[in-house]
């Protein structure tokens, strides 16, 4: 089995509950894969804040639709 360390707390990422131990993309934190305590406690609330910063920005720029 191969072990694969979560690149944000370094820990050998466990298996997840329903057995999963691939870990979880720790995008946008880094490029690597993150364990699922990190992907809970950092990854999502970061995505979900750029998110709402990307809302935003989208807000101010009125008239102008920018889809990426
Ligand atoms: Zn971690």
Redesign the pocket.
């Known amino acids: 089995m191969k072990k694969t360390k979560?690149s944000?707390?370094k820990?050998i990422i466990l298996p997840d509950l329903d057995g999963w131990d691939g870990g979880h993309n720790a995008e946008p934190i880094n490029s690597g894969i993150?364990?699922g305590?990190?992907n809970t406690r950092v990854v999502t609330p970061t995505r979900i804040m750029l998110y709402v910063k990307n809302k935003e920005k989208r807000g101010t720029n009125n008239g102008q639709k920018k889809e990426s």
């Open positions: 979560c944000i707390c820990e993150c364990c305590s990190c």
